[in-house]
């Protein structure tokens, strides 16, 4: 079925503006309450549970009312986190045996916006099928339930403390943060209160930057998708690296001793030839279709299985639970590490850098610098209708021309974005004003076909 509200990572909009409005977010908890109801085959369970967190933005707390009502209007019970990263209310939806858990997030995207993010009781991304049950079941109106039927709400005071420990707990005990410094930039999102604690409480020298959230400056000019705050912050400070979250907490990027931009790809090998090196390494590694053509070589250099999933973490792990791997993840810095989390979690990857370097007795510059990423260059156009790439004559000539041109020493890839009307053109070669060219070349042809 055609979905109308999901996207590759749950729902996201402009705030006010359909769906992401008061009276939706009703609708949404309402039903995804009913369905948890319908499927509640444990007896013992009077009331099914769901942990609801959020990032900082202040449509936050309008949307998680909303849910809240919906919920309980279903006969599910309500656990309140307030603001926590993302991967936080995967941990706490396990801990808390709850049946799901909603983060109201938009993650890196710009503050007017918000949505939310699904995760089952086993604190993973749902499957497209219980997307699909959800807008079905948005088409029916709310009946609440009777009044003694009705969920409760209850705030979860100790959230912080359990995702702190939970997090140091995936740092092995035997080594340490001592020595080092280490800048911090969280976005001014979820991650403020406790990414610097974490790091802080195992040794290092931690300096913070965009740790102050005001419910309208998440994402501005801060985090993993403006690089340029935590490179000048590293420099300034002299620190051994940064590290950068978004948002929500679920993606990171770090910058070396140099001011260099360490990105999703290149931490995925660091963390790999650690685990190989330690003969720790469980089968291969996934990648998306986004990665680096020469951290794919890399791979192979290594001597380490190498497969590439579709965009998006979602379909990382489910490529990962098929093969029976456990490390995985995307160049934007969504990085999987299964034998810690089961989702993507921005500070415990960058513990498993950290720790990796500790093993390998490495700066990240020095883990890195052998891997220089091929030129990508990434055009975003902007389209009002659908387009079929596959069947656009004008756009597949252009293709083709351009991956002769390549010869099999670069990539074209094409692909609608999951959360916005955009048609996202990536070339990839070794030489970057001709990728340049190329990509422009392309876009231009899409921008026609839009």
Known sequence: MTRHYFGTDGIRGVVGQDPITPDFFIRLGFAIGSILVKNNRDEKIKHPSVVIGKDTRVSGYMLESALESGFIAAGVDVYLTGPMPTPAIAYLTKALRSQAGIVISASHNPFPDNGIKIFSEAGEKL?????????????????????????????????????????????????????????????????????????????????????????FNINLDVGSTHPKTIKEATLKHKADLGIAFDGDGDRVVMIDHLGHIV???????????????????????????????????????????????????????EALLEKGWSIGGENSGHIL??????????????????????????????????????????????????????????????????????????????????????????????????????????????????
Request: glycine share 6%; with cysteine.
């Open 337 to 450: 590490t299964l034998d810690q989390h089961s989702t993507g979690d921005a500070i415990i990857a960058s513990l498993q850098v950290l720790k990796s370097l500790r093993l390998l007795n490495q700066s990240l510059h020095d883990a890195t610098k052998d891997s220089p990423l091929y030129p990508q260059v990434l055009i975003n156009v902007e389209t009002h209708k659908k387009i079929d790439l596959e069947k656009n004559k004008s756009i597949q000539d252009a293709v083709r021309s351009v991956e002769e041109k390549l010869n099999n020493k670069g990539r074209v890839l094409l692909r609608p974005s999951g959360t916005e009307p955009k048609i996202r053109v990536m070339v990839e070669g070794q030489d970057l004003e001709e990728v340049k060219s190329y990509a422009n070349l392309i876009a231009e042809k899409v921008k026609e076909a839009a």
């Open 127 to 215: 499957p497209d099928s219980f997307e699909a049950e959800v807008e079905l079941a948005l088409n029916e109106s709310i009946k609440t339930v009777l009044p003694h039927e009705l969920g409760k709400a209850k705030r979860v005071d100790d959230a912080e403390g359990r995702y702190v420990e939970f997090c140091k707990s995936t740092f092995p005990e035997k080594l340490n943060l001592r020595g080092l410094k280490i800048v911090l930039d969280c976005a001014h999102g979820a991650t403020y209160h406790v990414a610097p604690k974490i790091f802080s409480e195992l040794g290092a020298e931690v300096i913070a930057v965009g740790n102050e959230p005001n419910g």
């Open 263 to 317: 990105d999703g790809d290149q931490l995925l090998l660091v963390i790999a030839k650690a685990l190989k090196a330690k003969n720790q390494l469980k089968g291969g590694v996934v990648g998306t279709l986004m990665t680096n053509m020469a951290i794919e070589k890399a791979f192979q250099d290594l001597g380490v299985e190498f497969m590439r999933a579709h965009v998006g973490d979602r379909y990382v792990l």
